[in-house]
């Protein structure tokens, strides 16, 4: 019978694209250490990359030099 047949097709998921950044390539919503910038955090979110300054622990310097 025409026009009584439906075609129902799965749907795909949802795309979330993820992030080319430094030549490595990240997930939506991961999190890494910036390859550039030390103490810096950045976050892959739907093909954009950012990064923000994170608190590090201080260097630890096994021959510190006084007085300079």
Do not use: N
């Not at 799965?10 to 080319?20: E, I, K, N, T, V």
């Amino acid at each position: 019978l025409v026009g009584s047949e439906m075609c129902i097709r799965d749907r795909p998921l949802p795309f979330s694209p993820g992030c080319l950044y430094q030549g490595k390539e990240f997930a939506s919503g991961e999190r890494f250490p910036s390859p550039t910038a030390a103490c810096h955090l950045c976050l892959c979110w739907e093909g954009s990359v950012s990064c923000e300054p994170k608190a590090c622990a201080p260097a630890l310097c096994p021959f510190p030099a006084l007085g300079l």
